[in-house]
């Protein structure tokens, strides 16, 4: 580790940087240690998780030692999660650790078969901030692979491991991690007839939830902006709909314009200046932009038939959008002036709620055929279609900051029966739950937080 001198500097800068998001947070790498052969090829399916041991962080005080323990719980919980890894249990553990700075006794790791181990200690500084630090070693190579110090206030131990997961994951998979993130989605209540649909947001794993409107009004499409702070939605108070912009920090909201007839399926461009969304006029409906400086409105499509859910690519110079235009649902590609609108989709059934990846490699979609709904992928140029699951009512994709890992919402059939959030796969591997208070809907990722 750096020494302590180093480490206080480091964290000056980096906690100004991180301000915004109401997080006091530090951190310092580990001097840089001699590449391993240990990491993880996550390009393929059916990957079979690598075995990792991670042990309580250590702590001088009885809460010190319950906050590393909690800390310990949600790194194994994450990286369980992803399908990528497989915690051992505690109990197997032949070692028990001392002291974090103390090279393990790898045979007794080997033993258990564990290839990567986690160590680390939760400290209360004489100010009050909680100073977390850990390290990854890789057990067969014998030597350290990371390590990171981290400072912040005690109520954020939660985050604290999640960043914690991230470079776990990053260093043993080449791939940035997408633990440190959150959810915004459509919360539902009541009967199905009568659903009352709020604004929530949650940490990725479920965790921390609140909700961001009271239910007086429905709300749909909610999207992230790139800064991870605002929101745009589709609200519909007193029965007319108007797209908002909320901030998640301070509540203030603000309508975006007031557009007559319909509007449909907000969302930022990856610069975070333009709102890009569907007017519906008379009976067809084409996709605008707005500029939200200086709320310029431009019209991208100009067709006798309904098109809507665009997205923008990662560079944002490309716009994948559904269409009826050739007389069913289908999804097209067009420049993000509107120019070189062409078809990509070519398969068997209609195909709606287009989303690039954050990669810019893939679009995952929703397809509609024979009854059944899949989420599915498919290259840019309509190439390399993909199922990656399907069911009775599958429904928007939206994708991890690291392009990853696709989360949906899934509807139950019968009375008591509502929608669900799931994630799974890019290579249609490891389809999970994702658990919310209730019915939820229209998820959506937000990017890493800052």
Request: zero cysteines; hydrophobic letters at 35%.
């Given at each position: 580790m750096k020494s302590k001198a180093s480490v206080a500097a480091a964290a000056g800068g980096l906690g100004r940087m991180l301000a915004v998001c109401l997080v006091v947070l530090c951190a310092a790498m580990a001097a840089a240690p001699a590449r391993a052969a240990l990491q993880i090829d996550i390009t393929q399916g059916n990957v079979d998780p690598l075995p990792i041991a991670i042990t309580n962080f250590m702590g001088e005080t009885e809460n010190d030692k319950s906050v590393g323990s909690d800390i310990a719980s949600v790194v194994s919980n994450d990286l369980e999660r992803s399908g990528l890894f497989r915690p051992l249990p505690q109990r197997s553990f032949i070692q028990q650790i001392g002291a974090i700075n103390v090279?393990?006794?790898?045979?007794?790791?080997?033993?258990?078969?564990?290839?990567?181990?986690?160590?680390?200690?939760?400290?209360?500084?004489?100010?009050?901030?909680?100073?977390?630090?850990?390290?990854?070693?890789?057990v067969l190579g014998e030597q350290q692979l990371t390590g990171l110090q981290f400072f912040t206030s005690p109520d954020n131990w939660r985050r604290v491991a999640h960043l914690i997961s991230d470079a776990i994951y990053k260093r043993l998979t080449g791939e940035e991690g997408y633990?440190?993130?959150?959810?915004?989605?459509?919360?539902?209540?009541?009967?199905?007839?009568?659903?009352?649909?709020?604004?929530?947001?949650?940490?990725?794993?479920?965790?921390?939830?609140?909700?961001?409107?009271?239910?007086?009004?429905?709300?749909?499409?909610?999207?992230?902006?790139?800064?991870?702070?605002?929101?745009?939605?589709l609200s519909y108070r007193n029965n007319n709909p108007r797209v908002f912009i909320l901030d998640i920090e301070t509540g203030q909201q603000e309508a975006v314009g007031d557009f007559p007839g319909m509007t449909y399926a907000p969302r930022f461009s990856p610069d975070g200046q333009r709102i890009i969304m569907s007017l519906q006029r008379g009976g067809n409906a084409d996709i605008y932009t707005m500029d939200l400086r200086s709320r310029r409105v431009t019209k991208l499509t100009d067709t006798a038939a309904i098109d809507t859910s665009p997205s923008y690519s990662p560079d944002g110079n490309q716009v994948v959008f559904e269409s009826d235009r050739g007389g069913s649902q289908q999804l097209y590609v067009m420049n993000s002036d509107g120019t070189n609108q062409r078809r990509i989709s070519f398969g068997t059934g209609r195909y709606a709620t287009p989303v690039?990846?954050?990669?810019?490699?893939?679009?995952?979609?929703?397809?509609?055929?024979?009854?059944?709904?899949?989420?599915?992928?498919?290259?840019?140029?309509?190439?390399?279609?993909?199922?990656?699951?399907?069911?009775?009512?599958?429904?928007?994709?939206?994708?991890?900051?690291?392009?990853?890992?696709?989360?949906?919402?899934?509807?139950?059939?019968?009375?008591?029966?509502?929608?669900?959030?799931?994630?799974?796969?890019?290579?249609g591997y490891n389809e999970r739950?994702?658990?919310?208070?209730?019915?939820?809907?229209?998820?959506?990722?937000?990017?890493?937080?800052?």
């Open positions: 090279q393990p006794r790898f045979g007794d790791w080997r033993i258990i078969n564990a290839q990567a181990l986690v160590t680390g200690k939760a400290t209360t500084e004489t100010d009050g901030r909680l100073r977390v630090e850990f390290r990854l070693w890789d633990f440190d993130t959150r959810i915004v989605y459509v919360a539902e209540s009541g009967p199905k007839n009568k659903r009352v649909k709020r604004l929530a947001i949650m940490d990725q794993d479920g965790h921390n939830p609140r909700m961001l409107t009271n239910g007086s009004y429905m709300v749909l499409t909610p999207r992230f902006s790139p800064n991870s702070q605002e929101i745009t939605y690039w990846s954050p990669r810019g490699d893939l679009i995952a979609f929703t397809k509609m055929a024979s009854g059944r709904f899949v989420i599915g992928v498919m290259k840019p140029d309509g190439s390399g279609e993909r199922v990656l699951t399907e069911g009775y009512h599958n429904e928007a994709p939206t994708w991890s900051p690291n392009g990853r890992v696709i989360m949906f919402f899934r509807e139950t059939r019968g009375a008591q029966g509502g929608p669900n959030l799931w994630s799974v796969d890019v290579t739950p994702v658990p919310t208070t209730g019915f939820g809907s229209d998820p959506a990722w937000s990017p890493r937080l800052q």
